[in-house]
């Protein structure tokens, strides 16, 4: 059954400084095996002369957080050092993370009854689950939960997997939901999770594999900068290991290195300040790794020059500093601001797609600017599994779901569509047109209420409107009625406002949008042009990657030896011809079009 947790607000006020040894599991939730949590040596220490300032209490920082005074909760995070058992974190971890939390619809008993359409109970299999294959199975940390508590990390992670399927990449996302656990309920570390995938603000956990490798070369050209002694050091005692394979698991310094008490204690202000946390924390065990390869024997060169980053981790779990220290280390590196930290991190984002749009022959860099922002098979399997989770979104009428539910996987991914669209009323094509183009679009898409940006019976023939209405909105649904009732279109994956971005020349690049995009056609014909190297890895050359492009002047989708559809600034004339793209034919017979009506959705949600 459920475990809810009982008020204990009074006794996280009351506790202003170290317990009784007696007390000392008094804070942790059932699932967890207490009589492993040992206390370090740091707290046996003789205590400082002098009266010790009380730590803060939850309702004091409850209070700052309803103020929304996060500069305040910022400080006392970073300079209050709550045991490992106090009862305080039951109450801090979920109240922090629910500043982050954008799903509205998230109320009481939300979570349970996903749990009841995923599994169809909501007690606890005695049978291993399948894990979703975001997770990395070779760090499922559990710390210190029981055999319960793995299960139900399991099960949350599922959920979590079914209710955000864009999730592909995540080997971070098991080790924090093992944490979570620690402190509350299976109910309340699910919702803790929701907010920091979902945030918006801060970035909390990366969801694909481009984010992943995007981060572990954000921290690495960070240390080079603020650790060059430490790089300098690893370069000269190991010239044949690039440091790459190092940075690659910098994470796990951090999350499989690190005593649980200094983990929790990072903890604490990683739910208020987001990944920059984890950011200063590896920085500052370079330079205390680096301290003692010089001072001890045991982190000689010659002990880890075959291997610097399980070197790492080893020395991680020694680490000679209190977690008071090290987060005062931490936090005081100077020139590490979020807007240095974001600054880094686009320009290594940029830098790795341009590599793929210069078109350097690498066929993996190809296949990572087209194809890693999309949906593993496993998630589109996954999403047509547990369709029927839609019920929760939606609000169907339990009938429909038991309907739905009889169908065919094939069935229920196009009956997922239908349920958003019912009620959208379409100038350029009939209902059945627009039933067949959401059996086309990429599933998860099905999922999210569609809404008209623009419009040209509405909005009026202006490409700057255009722009205004729909460039921040990714994906986008485009469909054209021609002058003589062709009607056509594309899904768009990404933002139109990608037009403007810069490469590391100061060139804004001609074209962009990921694999994802495709071409359809309605009426005269019915039929789906999709990105041509979409099934394989062949390497295709530079003009199968001509996705979107677009200025003041014009608009364009598809290219090579050809447009699949250009539009004019006023929105008025357009041209359609073969591309090499989509490998499609022109989209009306002429070539040529006049525009009578253009359409533009977007998705909310998404």
Same mark, same amino acid.
């Not at 370069?235 to 200094?262: N, S, T």
């Not at 009625?481 to 971005?501: D, I």
């Given at each position: 059954?459920?475990?809810?947790?009982?008020?204990?607000?009074?006794?996280?006020?009351?506790?202003?400084?170290?317990?009784?040894?007696?007390?000392?599991?008094?804070?942790?939730?059932?699932?967890?095996?207490?009589?492993?949590?040992?206390?370090?040596?740091?707290?046996?220490?003789?205590?400082?002369?002098?009266?010790?300032?009380?730590?803060?209490?939850?309702?004091?920082?409850?209070?700052?957080?309803?103020?929304?005074?996060?500069?305040?909760?910022?400080?006392?995070?970073?300079?209050?050092?709550?045991?490992?058992?106090?009862?305080?974190?039951?109450?801090?971890?979920?109240?922090?993370?629910?500043?982050?939390?954008? %799903?509205?619809?998230?109320?009481?008993?939300?979570?349970?009854?996903? =749990?009841?359409?995923?599994?169809?109970?909501?007690?606890?299999?005695?049978?291993?689950?399948?894990?979703?294959?975001?997770?990395?199975?070779?760090?499922?940390?559990?710390?210190?939960?029981?055999?319960?508590?793995?299960?139900?990390?399991?099960?949350?992670?599922?959920?979590?997997?079914?209710?955000?399927?864009?999730?592909?990449?995540?080997?971070?996302?098991?080790?924090?939901?093992?944490?979570?656990?620690?402190?509350?309920?299976?109910?309340?570390?699910?919702?803790?999770?929701?907010?920091?995938?979902?945030?918006?603000?801060?970035?909390? @956990?990366?969801?694909?594999?481009?984010?992943?490798?995007?981060?572990?070369?954000?921290?690495?050209?960070?240390?080079?900068?603020?650790?060059?002694?430490?790089?300098?050091?690893? $370069?000269?005692?190991?010239?044949? $290991?690039?440091?790459?394979?190092?940075?690659?698991?910098?994470?796990?310094?951090?999350?499989?290195?690190?005593?649980?008490?200094?983990?929790?204690? @990072?903890?604490?202000?990683?739910?208020?300040?987001?990944?920059?946390?984890?950011?200063?924390?590896?920085? =500052?065990?370079?330079?205390?790794?680096?301290?003692?390869?010089?001072?001890?024997?045991?982190?000689?060169?010659?002990?880890? %020059?075959?291997?610097?980053?399980?070197?790492?981790?080893?020395?991680?779990?020694?680490?000679?500093?209190?977690?008071?220290?090290?987060?005062?280390?931490?936090?005081?590196?100077?020139?590490?601001?979020? $807007?240095? @930290?974001?600054?880094?991190?686009?320009?290594?984002?940029?830098?790795?797609?341009?590599?793929?749009?210069?078109?350097?022959?690498?066929?993996?860099?190809?296949?990572?600017?087209?194809?890693?922002?999309?949906?593993?098979?496993?998630? $589109?399997?996954?999403?047509?599994?547990?369709?029927?989770?839609?019920?929760?979104?939606?609000?169907?009428?339990?009938?429909?779901?038991?309907?739905?539910?009889?169908?065919?996987?094939?069935?229920?991914?196009?009956?997922?569509?239908?349920?958003?669209?019912?009620?959208?009323?379409?100038?350029?094509?009939?209902?059945?047109?627009?039933?067949?183009?959401?059996?086309?679009?990429?599933?998860?898409?099905?999922?999210?209420?569609?809404?008209?940006?623009?419009?040209?019976?509405?909005?009026?023939?202006?490409?700057?409107?255009?722009?205004?209405? =729909?460039?921040?909105?990714?994906?986008?649904?485009?469909?054209?009625?021609?002058?003589?009732?062709?009607?056509?279109?594309?899904?768009?994956?990404?933002?139109?406002?990608?037009?403007?971005?810069?490469?590391?020349?100061?060139?804004?690049?001609?074209?962009?949008?990921?694999?994802?995009?495709?071409?359809?056609?309605?009426?005269?014909?019915?039929?789906?042009?999709?990105? =041509?190297?979409?099934?394989?890895?062949?390497?295709?050359?530079?003009?199968?990657?001509?996705?979107?492009?677009?200025?003041? %002047?014009?608009?364009?989708?598809?290219?090579?030896?050809?447009?699949?559809?250009?539009?004019?600034?006023?929105?008025?004339?357009?041209?359609?011809?073969?591309? %090499?793209?989509?490998?499609?034919?022109?989209?009306?017979?002429?070539?040529?079009?006049?525009?009578?009506?253009?359409?533009?959705?977007?998705?909310?949600?998404?």
């Amino acid at each position: 059954m459920p475990y809810h947790r009982a008020d204990t607000s009074a006794q996280a006020d009351k506790l202003s400084g170290i317990v009784e040894e007696s007390d000392l599991y008094e804070g942790f939730a059932p699932h967890v095996e207490t009589s492993e949590i040992k206390t370090l040596d740091f707290y046996n220490l003789p205590k400082q002369t002098g009266k010790e300032p009380a730590l803060r209490s939850f309702t004091e920082i409850q209070q700052l957080l309803q103020q929304n005074k996060k500069r305040d909760v910022k400080n006392i995070l970073r300079e209050n050092s709550w045991p490992i058992n106090s009862p305080i974190r039951s109450q801090l971890w979920p109240a922090l993370c629910a500043q982050h939390l954008t %799903k509205q619809n998230m109320l009481d008993g939300f979570y349970w009854e996903m =749990v009841h359409q995923v599994f169809g109970t909501t007690e606890l299999s005695e049978k291993p689950i399948m894990l979703p294959a975001f997770v990395d199975a070779t760090h499922c940390l559990p710390y210190h939960l029981t055999s319960t508590g793995r299960a139900v990390a399991d099960r949350i992670v599922n959920v979590l997997g079914y209710d955000c399927p864009d999730i592909t990449y995540s080997p971070v996302l098991y080790p924090i939901t093992s944490l979570l656990l620690h402190f509350m309920s299976e109910e309340e570390a699910y919702l803790c999770l929701a907010g920091l995938v979902g945030s918006k603000e801060k970035t909390f @956990i990366n969801q694909t594999k481009l984010q992943h490798e995007v981060t572990w070369k954000t921290v690495m050209q960070i240390a080079k900068k603020h650790t060059k002694s430490a790089i300098a050091y690893f $370069q000269r005692i190991c010239p044949g $290991q690039k440091l790459e394979r190092v940075f690659m698991d910098w994470c796990w310094w951090i999350l499989a290195g690190l005593p649980f008490q200094h983990l929790v204690r @990072i903890m604490d202000c990683y739910f208020h300040e987001g990944i920059k946390v984890l950011y200063r924390v590896a920085l =500052v065990i370079l330079n205390l790794f680096h301290k003692e390869c010089q001072s001890n024997n045991e982190w000689s060169p010659d002990n880890i %020059k075959n291997d610097i980053g399980n070197a790492l981790i080893k020395f991680c779990k020694k680490i000679p500093v209190s977690p008071a220290k090290l987060l005062h280390a931490a936090f005081s590196i100077r020139g590490l601001s979020t $807007q240095y @930290i974001s600054r880094i991190f686009i320009k290594t984002e940029m830098l790795l797609k341009s590599r793929s749009a210069l078109n350097s022959g690498s066929k993996q860099l190809i296949k990572s600017r087209s194809s890693d922002n999309l949906p593993t098979s496993q998630s $589109q399997v996954n999403i047509q599994m547990m369709s029927h989770t839609l019920t929760i979104r939606e609000k169907l009428h339990s009938e429909s779901c038991r309907n739905l539910g009889e169908k065919s996987p094939g069935h229920r991914a196009i009956a997922m569509g239908v349920y958003p669209i019912h009620n959208l009323k379409s100038q350029v094509c009939k209902n059945e047109d627009l039933f067949t183009l959401w059996s086309w679009l990429p599933v998860r898409i099905t999922m999210y209420q569609p809404v008209l940006l623009y419009t040209t019976e509405e909005h009026g023939c202006s490409l700057t409107t255009f722009y205004v209405r =729909v460039e921040q909105h990714e994906p986008t649904l485009l469909m054209i009625k021609t002058c003589n009732n062709e009607v056509f279109g594309a899904y768009c994956s990404s933002r139109w406002l990608e037009r403007n971005v810069k490469d590391d020349k100061g060139q804004r690049q001609a074209y962009f949008g990921t694999g994802e995009t495709f071409l359809f056609s309605l009426y005269p014909e019915r039929a789906k042009y999709p990105w =041509v190297g979409i099934e394989g890895d062949r390497d295709l050359g530079h003009s199968s990657e001509l996705f979107m492009a677009a200025d003041s %002047k014009m608009i364009t989708i598809g290219g090579g030896e050809g447009q699949a559809i250009w539009m004019d600034e006023n929105i008025r004339f357009g041209k359609t011809d073969a591309c %090499k793209t989509f490998n499609n034919p022109p989209l009306c017979p002429s070539g040529d079009f006049e525009i009578r009506v253009l359409e533009v959705y977007g998705f909310v949600g998404v």
